[in-house]
């Protein structure tokens, strides 16, 4: 319950500072529009030239995509301002403020800044997300579609913490971005199905780089249906996962150089 009020007051700092700048609240909203629309456009051209794209129709690659919209609007509301300013607060010793909470320190860092001017974003990913799910032409039940909700805040979660640790290594490299860029760099693995990977590629998108379990396994389960085999491996993949971003970010702590060093 401690934790929840201190998210709570999070939410209300972010709603009323993103007031103030309304130019950058329109900004991103007609930013991640054009996002939406071109990843779509992009889907729609290569269905022009194909039947099926790594197994799944063009109803159901909009279904993916839509869902990885949510992911995205989830990472970019919830995490990624936080996550820009992790280099800057361990470069400049800034980091200092947030060791000395009486809370977690990757709760802080992780959560403090709630992106108020992108949660319209999300409700229009949720949106679209809800006009690919009416528009697939078979029945998929509501629990299938509650299984697939959940999966995909499994992948919200499994996004942010691949995302953290390639920034982690800011404590040694103390450049300007860690690793960030060969994330933002990886993450587009996330954005295309996973079987039009073969052979090592894929087994590596699945396990120890699992971009792929972000958004084409939920869709898979979502279209194919939840099997023991997929479950112990999306458990087991984002509980490993966590638990190394919580080693590496206790690992860096120790390496960290405070402002009063």
Same mark, same amino acid.
């Given at each position: 319950?401690?934790?929840?009020?201190?998210?709570?007051?999070?939410l209300r700092f972010s709603?009323?500072?993103?007031?103030?700048?309304?130019?950058?609240?329109?900004?991103?909203?007609?930013?991640?529009?054009?996002?939406?629309?071109?990843?779509?456009?992009?889907?729609?051209?290569?269905?022009?030239?194909?039947?099926?794209?790594?197994?799944?129709?063009?109803?159901?690659?909009?279904?993916?995509?839509?869902?990885?919209?949510?992911?995205?609007?989830?990472?970019?509301?919830?995490?990624?301002?936080?996550?820009?300013?992790?280099?800057?607060?361990?470069?400049?010793?800034?980091?200092?403020?947030?060791?000395?909470?009486?809370?977690?320190?990757?709760?802080?860092?992780?959560?403090?800044?709630?992106?108020?001017?992108?949660?319209?974003?999300?409700?229009?990913?949720?949106?679209?997300?809800?006009?690919?799910?009416?528009?697939?032409?078979?029945?998929?039940?509501?629990?299938?579609?509650?299984?697939?909700?959940?999966? =995909? @805040?499994?992948?919200?979660?499994?996004?942010? /913490? &691949? +995302?953290?640790? !390639? $920034? *982690?290594?800011?404590?040694?490299?103390?450049?300007?971005?860690?690793?960030?860029?060969?994330?933002?760099?990886?993450?587009?693995?996330?954005?295309?199905?996973?079987?039009?990977?073969?052979?090592?590629?894929?087994?590596?998108?699945?396990?120890?780089?699992?971009?792929?379990?972000?958004?084409?396994?939920?869709?898979?389960?979502?279209?194919?249906?939840?099997?023991?085999? =997929? @479950?112990?491996h999306l458990t087991v993949v984002t /509980? &490993? +996962?966590?638990? !190394? $971003? *919580?080693?590496?970010?206790?690992?860096?702590?120790?390496?960290?150089?405070?402002?009063?060093?």
């Open positions: 319950m401690r934790y929840l009020r201190l998210y709570l007051y999070f709603f009323s500072r993103a007031m103030e700048f309304r130019l950058d609240f329109w900004f991103r909203i007609v930013m991640d529009c054009t996002f939406y629309a071109v990843q779509i456009i992009f889907f729609r051209v290569l269905y022009s030239q194909t039947g099926m794209l790594g197994g799944w129709s063009l109803d159901q690659s909009l279904v993916f995509i839509c869902g990885f919209f949510m992911i995205d609007a989830l990472h970019m509301t919830l995490f990624a301002n936080n996550l820009w300013w992790l280099p800057i607060l361990v470069n400049k010793g800034d980091l200092d403020y947030y060791l000395v909470r009486p809370v977690s320190s990757l709760f802080f860092v992780s959560l403090r800044d709630f992106a108020a001017n992108s949660f319209v974003n999300l409700l229009i990913a949720g949106g679209l997300l809800a006009w690919a799910l009416a528009r697939y032409p078979l029945p998929l039940g509501g629990g299938s579609i509650a299984m697939f909700v959940l999966f =995909i @805040l499994n992948g919200s979660l499994l996004y942010y /913490t &691949l +995302a953290m640790c !390639f $920034l *982690v290594p800011v404590f040694w490299l103390h450049s300007n971005r860690g690793l960030g860029d060969v994330f933002y760099t990886l993450q587009h693995y996330a954005s295309r199905p996973d079987r039009i990977f073969t052979g090592y590629v894929r087994r590596l998108l699945v396990t120890f780089l699992p971009f792929s379990l972000i958004m084409s396994f939920p869709t898979r389960i979502l279209f194919e249906g939840l099997t023991p085999s =997929i @479950l112990l /509980t &490993l +996962a966590f638990l !190394f $971003l *919580v080693w590496l970010w206790n690992k860096g702590l120790r390496a960290y150089s405070s402002a009063s060093s």
